[in-house]
């Protein structure tokens, strides 16, 4: 009587690779709907800590930075201009956070079947992407308050918000298999996400920087993104900030490329070290 061998393969030629993770959407989209369930479901707040957060950081900034440390707003009230860098903020700090994690939340899925593992912490985006988009009903809110009418720059806003998944999927894939192979990554996180928020601008207007550290400043792929947001919501800047939106697109490309090439090195081994 023979024996049947069952074989985890942790990774495919990379001209199939790709192929399967066409082939394997069906998990993406499981993973996906089961993150926003449990999210959502059976929550106290539910929905509505999509907007508690971001509106309770905003109150926060406006009184530290707006209201004491007085910066200048250009002439946008400071909770819409405060609000409009949260928005790209709050689903790069919720996707990165939740997807460094996703690969040891799913370990026992991982350990026992074989499918792209970069399946896993992209899935893990769409949840802060539900959460964007209820944050725009509460700028919709703020603009009637504040008796504030959004640019025609708007229409940009969907190409900016691309722009953010890309590099929230670049530096949440690299972090997934950087937490698998080295677990103190789960408590570097929380601090770098802490951290960088202070270093992007969504205290404060890209203006109080000097001017000669600007260029420098622009290489946090964040600073463009922000203030694309800015200028597609508030016209601030009013001219569009082509520099640092150019260079969130060149940084954002190559930690893509570089967090892929990662994590490919490391998907052949997931399986045996998670």
Known sequence: MSETSIIIEAGRAEAQYWRDVWNYRGLFYFLAWRDILVR?????????????????????????FGRFAKLPADGVP???LVFAALLPWQFFSTSI????????????????VYFPRIVVPTATMITALADLLISYALLAVLFVVYSFAPRWQLIFLPFLTVLTCVTTLACGIGLSGLTVRYRDFR??????????????PIGYSVSVVPEQWRLLYALNPLVGIIEGF????????????????????????????ASIAYFRRTEQTIADII
């Open 187 to 200: 408590f570097v996180v929380p601090f770098l996400v802490q951290f960088g928020l202070y270093l992007s």
């Open 78 to 80: 400071y909770p819409i």
């Open 40 to 64: 959502y479901k059976q929550t106290v707040a539910g929905v509505l800590w999509a907007f508690i957060r971001p509106f309770l950081t905003m109150v926060v900034f406006t009184v530290v």
């Open 97 to 112: 956070t939740d997807s460094g994690n996703s690969l040891i939340t799913n370990a026992s899925m991982i350990s026992k």
């Open 230 to 257: 800015r200028w597609a919501i508030v016209g601030n800047p009013a001219v569009f900030p082509l520099t640092s939106v150019a260079m969130s697109v060149v940084v954002s490309a190559l930690l893509l490329w």
